[in-house]
Structures are given as C-alpha cells and as structure tokens.
C-alpha cells in the first residue's frame, strides 16, 4: 500500500531578500505628530521617522513593516514590525530598541527587539489586531487626557452599548461602518466590548483585519446606543443595510490606539 505524502503547511512562509536578515520590533507612538503609519509624500509617517533610524544607525534596511497601518492622529501601545537588514549590520538585536530610540523623536519608542522567527511577516502572518477607543465620561474635560479619550459630557448607558456591540460582533459585511472603502468588505469581528470605569471607559475592538474607518464607525454607532438613540435590533438593521449613511459618525482619531496582535502560528500573543 503506497503512503499518502504528509500534508503541506499553507501557511506561506516569508523570508528576507538574500544577504539580509529580519528582525522583528514592538513599537509605539504618540499619533499626533503623524499622518498615520504609512510614508506618504510631504507629511511626516511613523514608517519614515522609524526607517530614517535605521539609516541613521548606519545600515540600508528595508522600510520598516508593522502589523496594521493607522491612521492620522491614532496612536500605538504595541505594535508589532518587522525590518529587513544587511546580514553585516553590526547592532547586536539586544542592544537595538536602545540605539535606535537615541535616534527617533520623543513621540516615538521602539520597546523591544529580537530576531524574528523563520518565516515571520509582521503584517502577513497576523492573526488578529486589537484596538481599543477610550471615551472620557466626565461632565468636565480633563487635560490629562486631551488627545487621548474623546471627552463625552453627558451620561451613557453601557449596557444598551454592550447590547448593540453583541448584535453586531461576528462574521458580517460591515460596508455600513466602512468609509471610501473597494476591498470586499466581509470581515470576522471578535470582540466589540464597552468598558465602564469611574473616569475612562474602553471599547475593546479586536479582529483579523478591519475596513478603512471600521472601528471609528462603530465606536459612533455603539454611541448613539449609549446615548438612548438607538436600540441593538437598529444596530442590526444598520449592518444589513450596507449604507454608511445609516451608522453613526466616524469618532475622532485620537481616541484610538493598536494595543496589540496575536501571530498564532508563532506565538500565543505581543502586547
């Protein structure tokens, strides 16, 4: 009896061009300076401030590549990246985080560093992405929190919030929550969560991949919940309806911040 060959992995394994090696960064970033992740011509990125690092460190690395690419004005606790380096680059990966901070500005940290894993991709081989919106439910402002939690004056209900963010957690199409958005628009949400506190309240939002402005037209949405305008059986017809017309408004970027990835195929998680 002939045996059956083993089965394959599909997983597409990345490696680096020839005569480079990869090493993977966490890395974070006050969002306000940026016009988000992405180099684009005649504004300031994350990925150039971090790729002009390297080049000041003496090498020519590739650009950098991260997990997920923000926005304008949304920050980053934890992102993961990965760069590909001249097999000659004399920085030894332990001390990497510390010389490459001595050259990126004060609204830019790399937290850690290592060799990346046979077959990493920061941006192809994740899992899932998670965000979290904080909202600052005070009467007052606080300037502490300026830039960092949209400040909302008036009382919200969380569990008319968390009622609509179960009604549209799952696989679905989110074109209603999309904005100038031509991929196909079916996405798997995990988690949509609303988190109470005293002064600060968290939305968790986690997933393998969003559509452009997704999380900031659900955190709007699951507003207009909190605010008694809308019941989760309307959250529901919203998603059904595919008109971004029918969601709530985008909230402002700088109460979004990355807070983290999981690459299941290399490790239970990066935060």
Known sequence: MTERPAPTDPRPDY???????????TAAWDGAPFAGWQSQPGVPSVQDTLHAA?????????????????????HAEAMPAHVDVPATFRVPTAKLA??????????????HAEDAPAGFHARFSCTERQYVYRLLAHPQRHPLWHGRALHVPHPLDADAMNAAAAALTGTHDFAAFAT?????????????????GPLIWEIHVHGESFLRHMVRGLVGTLLLAGQGRLSPAQAEDILHSRQRSQAGANVPAPGLSFTGARYERFEASTT
């Open 15 to 25: 490696q680096p061009p020839a005569g480079h090696r990869r090493v993977r960064l």
């Open 180 to 196: 100038q958005e031509d991929r196909q628009t079916v996405r798997e949400l995990r988690v949509l969560r609303v988190q109470p």
């Open 54 to 74: 390297f080049t000041s460190l003496g090498t020519a690395a590739f650009r950098p590549v991260a997990a997920g690419r923000t926005d304008a004005g949304v």
């Open 98 to 111: 510390r010389a490459l901070n001595a050259h990126l500005p004060p609204t830019v940290a790399v937290l």
